[in-house]
């Protein structure tokens, strides 16, 4: 996704500076290039989802709770209004589903049900507009992983609730997150998550040479500084194994 932004073209050069900034992970710094261009135009879906992003990636970093929360309710605010503006672009819907996503770990298995609805209807609607969205399928991979291995008395709660059960299997959640990986090979949150999902299967010699790779790769995010040292804790687990 950095590289998408950085060879974007026929961009205003305030968000063309936005994104240089996105991609060296001065988020804060970017945060006000892309304000500056909302200022100018608050209707641009390409200023729109980039401001999603940057919020979701700046929350993600915050301890503070209270804090957090605002900067997840601005990244969804942002999400939901491009995909008002433009509903046929992908990236819209797939902050729509990553910002729901990162919403529902802080709530309790119930809620996580209810958000996993709106997960799914946005990010399939990503994948139909943009098959090759490397974070959508990332989403739509750790989607199936969570859907396969709720547990039974979610599974019952959800039926009552919503009339259906989230699905998801194995098999797709491995598919997906091997796409995004092959989309974007330098993302270490895909490696990691693919991992998770070896280990699960009791591969642990694959899930061993995925984070063996990982461990090496030089983090695109701030996200993926995290990614890489919990790579490196469950590398030096399974080897002990």
Partial sequence: MVALLILMVALDPVIQRGDSLFAALKYEEALKEYQKAYEKDNNNYEILWRLSMTYLNIGEGLDDHKERTTYFDKALDFANKATEVNPEGDWGWTYVAAVNGRIALSKGGKEKVKYAMIIKEAVNKA???????????????????????????????????????????????????????????????????????????????????????????????????????????????????
């Avoid at 997906?176 to 998550?193: C, D, F, M, T, V």
């Avoid at 995010?221 to 490196?232: F, G, H, W």
Wanted: charged share 30%; aromatic share 10%; hydrophobic share 35%.
């Fill in 127 to 241: 994948l139909k507009l943009n098959p090759n969205n490397d974070l959508a399928n990332f989403i739509w991979g750790s989607y199936n992983f969570e859907a396969a291995t709720l547990n039974p008395v979610l599974r019952s709660f959800a039926k009552t609730l919503f009339g259906e059960v989230p699905q998801g299997t194995i098999e797709d959640a491995e598919k997906y997150i091997k796409k995004a990986i092959e989309l974007n090979p330098g993302r270490i949150q895909y490696h990691y998550e693919l991992a998770r999902i070896y280990e699960y299967q009791k591969k642990t010699e694959q899930a061993k040479t995925v984070l063996s790779k990982a461990v090496r790769l030089k983090p695109q995010t701030r996200e993926d500084i995290k990614y890489r040292e919990l790579a490196r804790k469950m590398l030096e687990k399974l080897e002990k194994k």
